[in-house]
């Protein structure tokens, strides 16, 4: 049976909350795709309005904590709550439900609790540091796990390809596909690292990614028994959280895969 603790049923009940308006608007948004221009002025107001919604519901539960958006300067200690209110936007913007809100409780560098949320599909994956990984249910939670697999030919790896470094991102997907049995480029890291934990993904690799859009996914993959790692680690037997939430080039997976999943990267 899942504990979720006072401070976890608050941030919960806060993203469900401000997701309301976000359901209609998605809504909306697939009524407007024949509407290039409708689609994108619409697809910022709903971004602006569950941001904002967001940390008004949040500043009404725990008035205490600072609240940090996905584009803001995150503190460097302390504790704070850091959100990205549509993670996946580009996906958001074309009527996909491939996006979710993102929430983690942050202590420095430690992801002390975090929350991942489909509106669309109703999909909810909450984790608190050492109590497990788990998705909402009717009745009961499910515990999450990653996924038992073991070699590279039968994996499943979610990339987000950054236009940082298109060379990279191009090196990245044609070496999956070359090393494993497939890839998805979902665009939405919160839900591929969400699906890593549920065992649905066996590997994410993520290069140059906010800390808003990972932190709660980070929290799932490690509870769930995976490992979290930076792209430039030299040993992937052990995890150095801080230098991936300060790179943002992620990697994540089973602790078997992990090693296995670093070759995509040489």
Known sequence: MAYISPMLTNIVTAVKKASINLNRDFSEIERLQNSVKGSMDFTKIAFDKIQKGLKNELGKILPALPVVMVSEKVPQSGMFLILSGIEGLANFAHGNPEFAISAALMDGQTVLAGVVYNPARDELFFAEKGKGAFKEGFRSHERLRVAARQELDGALVAVRPTANDAELSAKIVNNTLRLCHDVRISGATALDLAYVAAGKLDGVIAPATM????AAGILLVKEA???????????TRTEDLPMVLNSGNLMAASFNLSQKIAKILK
């Open 211 to 214: 800390l808003a859009s990972m």
């Open 225 to 235: 028994g995976g490992l979290v790692l930076d792209m430039e680690q030299e040993d």
